[in-house]
């Protein structure tokens, strides 16, 4: 299970709330992963 380096947050705990606990919690591998994918799900069709 992957932590935030800086406050802590687990990956799960985000998934969960849907919070994440600070700017660091974007770095962990995991939520790289898990942005790309919503990124990916919701972008925009570019022209
Ligand atoms: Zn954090």
């Not at 974007?26 to 022209?47: C, I, R």
Request: aromatic content about 8%; glycine content about 8%; proline content about 0%.
């Amino acid at each position: 299970m992957e932590k935030c380096s800086k406050c802590g947050t687990s990956f799960e705990e985000i998934l969960e709330t849907g919070f994440v606990g600070c700017e660091k919690c974007y770095e962990m591998q995991s939520m790289k992963k898990a942005v790309d994918k919503l990124f990916n799900g919701k972008k925009h069709k570019q022209n």
